[in-house]
């Protein structure tokens, strides 16, 4: 992904973000069940219907560009991604594969259909048809396109990007099935958005549009996410210090711009605040935290089909939802600089809380700064 064309692309969100007279598009709270659960399963079985035409099943062969930067991105990876091959091993079910590897007819997916992941057939063919957003004449180059506008919905993402906890019934340990706990929760916390009501769609920020050599514009498969500079662009941290009788009085604002929680999607991840007194010799016995996560715990409920079953559930989300800004202060000790950083994590199990440095799995310093005591 060409990180200048990624700029552009925020500069785009960010000026609608910044419309004074908040535009007030309707949302469909329902469509990642109406759209998504109609495109895609979660459950134990292969997505079915999606087998390319043999004549068009090498969709790279034509669409080169868009091939290449869905190769890099983690749909292209879903399977393969060694983070999820982790955590897969630690519990493999074989629900896994309905978002991870959904062409896989086997339970223990190989070849291509592990390969390739969220291939492209995933997402644009049904019934031996290729979709695509919009209606187009037939290119004599290529093939028939059905329209579907489902594509260009949030919805759709929906289908894989929001979910429960599939629970673990107590009578016949092996069959799960999705409980009423949410996991991942990344379009209602979209659908609840100001962003979403600005009709700031998940393609606006995941699929910004690329053009080159002046021909026809195509939307970026490389799907931006957290490692991208994306996330740089869209949370903001601001510091400010001040002596005080007591010692010093530092405040933070962080605000979060995406278009829904931050932190989003799996639970592995957290983000973590750390600031401490420079040049002072118990600057780390200093230090102070604030964690951005979700904490889960255990949860049981009862089916009239399975009986008895257990699962988890949030009992705490102190993350940024969407265009939220969160004050924080604290009192340090008198000093005459603060140092501070924000880290973006993704941890090894589940619970984020665990607070030692050299625990997350992946680290990144979103923003770091030093400011001087006013
Ligand atoms: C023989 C070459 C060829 C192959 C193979 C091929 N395509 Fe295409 N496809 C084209 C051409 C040419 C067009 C029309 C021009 C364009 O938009 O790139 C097109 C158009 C499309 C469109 C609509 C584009 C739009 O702008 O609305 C979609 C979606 C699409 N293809 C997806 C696929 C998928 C998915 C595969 C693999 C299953 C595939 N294509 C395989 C040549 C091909
Ligand atoms: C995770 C789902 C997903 C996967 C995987 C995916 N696409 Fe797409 N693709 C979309 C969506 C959604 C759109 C329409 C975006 C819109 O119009 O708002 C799209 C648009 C397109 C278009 C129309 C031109 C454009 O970019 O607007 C083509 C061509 C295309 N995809 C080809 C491919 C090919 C080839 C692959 C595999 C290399 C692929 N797609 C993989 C979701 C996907
Ligand atoms: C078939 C299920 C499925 C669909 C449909 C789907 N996703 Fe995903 N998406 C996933 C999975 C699974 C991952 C994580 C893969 C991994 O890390 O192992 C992912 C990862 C991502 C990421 C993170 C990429 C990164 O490199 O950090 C973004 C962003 C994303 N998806 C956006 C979208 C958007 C936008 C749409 C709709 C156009 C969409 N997804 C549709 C399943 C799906
Ligand atoms: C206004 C822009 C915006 C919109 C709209 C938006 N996102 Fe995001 N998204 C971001 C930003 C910025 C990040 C990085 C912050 C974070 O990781 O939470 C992100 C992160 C993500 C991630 C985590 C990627 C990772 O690497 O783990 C996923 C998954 C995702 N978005 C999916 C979606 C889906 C699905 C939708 C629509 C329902 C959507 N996003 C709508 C801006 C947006
Ligand atoms: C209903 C769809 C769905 C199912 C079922 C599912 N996942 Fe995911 N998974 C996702 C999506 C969407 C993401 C991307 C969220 C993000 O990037 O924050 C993801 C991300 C992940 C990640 C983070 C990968 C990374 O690189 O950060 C791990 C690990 C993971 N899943 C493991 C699993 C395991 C193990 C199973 C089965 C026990 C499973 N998932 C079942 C949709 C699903």
Redesign the pocket.
């Known amino acids: 992904m060409n990180p200048a064309l990624h700029r552009i692309a925020w500069t785009v969100v960010a000026a609608r973000l910044a419309a004074p007279a908040a535009a007030d598009e309707p949302v469909d709270r329902d469509a990642w069940q109406t759209i998504g659960r109609a495109w895609?399963r979660?459950g134990d079985g292969p997505l079915r219907g999606a087998e390319p035409p043999a004549e068009y099943a090498d969709c790279g062969r034509c669409h080169a560009r868009i091939a290449a930067e869905w190769r890099g991105s983690?749909h292209g990876n879903?399977w393969s991604?060694?983070?999820?091959q982790?955590?897969?091993r630690?519990?493999?079910?074989p629900?896994?594969r309905?978002?991870?590897a959904p062409l896989s007819p086997e339970r223990e997916p190989s070849g291509a259909a592990a390969r390739d992941g969220i291939s492209c057939a995933v997402c644009h063919v049904r019934g031996g048809e290729i979709y695509g957003s919009r209606a187009r004449a037939r290119d004599p180059a290529g093939h028939a396109v059905q329209a579907s506008k489902d594509l260009a919905n949030p919805g759709f993402c929906g289908g894989?990007?929001?979910?429960g906890f599939?629970v673990l019934p107590e009578r016949r340990g092996v069959a799960r099935f999705?409980g009423p706990y949410v996991q991942?929760a990344?379009f209602a916390e979209w659908a609840d958005s100001r962003q979403a009501k600005l009709g700031l769609r998940c393609h606006d920020c995941h699929m910004p549009p690329q053009r080159a050599d002046g021909g026809e514009p195509w939307r970026s498969h490389a799907f931006p996410?957290?490692d991208s500079d994306l996330l740089l662009q869209a949370v903001q941290v601001q510091a400010q210090a001040h002596a005080t009788a007591e010692g010093t009085q530092v405040e933070f604002t962080v605000t979060n711009r995406a278009g829904h929680a931050y932190?989003?999607?799996?639970l592995?991840?957290r983000a973590l605040l750390e600031v401490r007194p420079t040049g002072t010799p118990n600057g780390d016995a200093e230090l102070r935290q604030y964690l951005f996560t979700r904490v889960f715990i255990r949860a049981t409920g009862a089916s009239p089909t399975h009986g008895p079953w257990t699962s988890n559930r949030i009992a705490d989300d102190t993350r940024l939802q969407a265009g939220e800004t969160r004050r924080l202060t604290w009192l340090l000790p008198r000093t005459e600089r603060i140092q501070w950083v924000l880290w973006d994590d993704?941890m090894p199990t589940p619970d984020p809380r665990q607070t030692a440095p050299s625990s997350p799995t992946?680290r990144r310093a979103l923003a770091r700064g030093e400011i001087a005591v006013q």
Do not use: I, M, N, W
């Open positions: 895609f979660a983690l879903a991604d060694p983070l999820f982790v955590s897969y630690r519990e493999p079910e629900f896994c309905s978002c991870h894989c990007h929001q979910f599939f999705e991942q990344t996410g957290a932190p989003t999607g799996d592995f991840r993704k992946r």
